[in-house]
């Protein structure tokens, strides 16, 4: 389930190790990294990214997000990986009985066909489910949380909510392109993981007055022309707004993993999974990259965990020996 990086490097085991596969994918070919902003620059180093011993080549240092669809597009045509676009996985559930002792599991797609295996991986990243406000006004037209590019808002008063990379980021390319900032952040300051050669530009604009900034600070409230802002000390501010960026992260969708069967730890918030095999609780279903990590799932990446191919497969190959 899934084809992103994650979803690919699992493909590319399977027709590697000669068994046959089929990937399930909602959206496009890696469709989060098709929705980064167009300009994206990569921090990490193109082979980091590689997956299956085919090199990444770039033209400069950092790979840009159309190096990198293009990359992934070629792997997949490399390896004549097995793909169903635009389809996503509806239900899992285990066939399970006399006739058959050992797991074969049946998938359903929204589009209303039917799949069985003996084994299932479940690399269905995060992106698709932001990390809500829960505030009144959150499902108002001006409220996004996703950011693409600064055009859209010249002029325009722009509140961006988080305090992570990707709000800082968002920020400053905001201001840059003449749209008034307001950064909201419920830290005491900004995240420790904010990139070093960031932190000095985002201090600065916000010491100069160029963003203003509210730490200990949360929205509480939308409306189309303003937004509520109050501070942990229970000051309150009305502030003037058009639009709202709210960056604070994505999580997995539990609900689906929970539907099939899959435990969540109520504290980490992490798929119950062998680390060494990745398997989940459910015999032969495995999880993968960013949707094993729970809480901590700001911390997995494609060069971190291209690796759970690899660790699934031979769980595999040891099962289907036996």
């Known amino acids: 389930m899934g084809a992103g990086p994650i979803g690919i490097a699992s493909g590319i085991e399977a027709a590697r190790r000669g068994y046959s596969h089929l990937i399930l994918e909602k959206g496009c070919l890696t469709d989060a990294i ?4 167009p300009h994206l620059v990569f921090f990490s180093s193109p082979s980091l990214l590689e997956l299956g011993g085919v090199p990444f080549v770039t033209s400069g240092q950092k790979a840009t997000r159309e190096e990198v669809l293009y990359y992934y597009r070629r792997l997949t045509e490399h390896f004549r990986l097995n793909l169903r676009l635009y389809e996503a996985a509806a239900a899992i559930t285990a066939q399970n009985g006399p006739a058959q002792p050992t ?3 049946e998938v359903r797609s929204n589009a209303g066909e039917l799949y069985r295996a003996p084994f299932v991986i479940l690399a269905i990243g995060f992106y698709d489910h932001p990390n809500l406000l829960g505030i009144p006004g ?3 037209p001006k409220v996004s949380h996703y950011y693409r590019e600064a055009h859209p808002y010249f002029r325009q008063k722009v ?3 988080g305090g992570q990379n990707s709000a800082v980021e968002a920020a400053l390319e905001l201001y840059r392109s003449g749209a008034e900032v307001t950064l909201i952040h419920r830290g005491p300051e900004l995240g420790s993981g904010v990139k070093y050669w960031i932190r000095p530009d985002i201090d600065n604009r916000i010491k ?3 963003i203003r900034a509210f730490f200990k600070s949360e929205v509480t409230r939308i409306e189309p022309g303003e937004i509520v802002v109050r501070g942990f000390d ?7 707004n ?3 960026l709210a960056l604070t992260g994505y999580h997995t969708d539990y609900s689906f993993l929970k539907s099939i069967g899959v435990q969540i730890d109520p504290e980490t918030l992490k798929p119950t999974h062998d680390p060494s095999t990745m398997e989940t609780n459910l015999p032969q279903v495995y999880v993968a990259g960013v949707a094993a990590g729970g809480k901590d799932a700001n911390k997995i990446f494609i060069e971190n965990s291209r690796v759970h191919a690899e660790m699934i497969f031979k769980d595999i190959e040891t099962k289907s020996r036996k």
């Open 103 to 105: 797991p074969l599991y």
């Open 159 to 161: 509140a961006v909510v």
């Open 34 to 37: 098709y929705r980064f902003p």
């Open 138 to 140: 959150e499902e108002l």
């Open 234 to 240: 229970g000051a309150q501010a009305k502030l003037e």
């Open 208 to 210: 100069e007055g160029a």
């Open 242 to 244: 058009d639009f709202v």
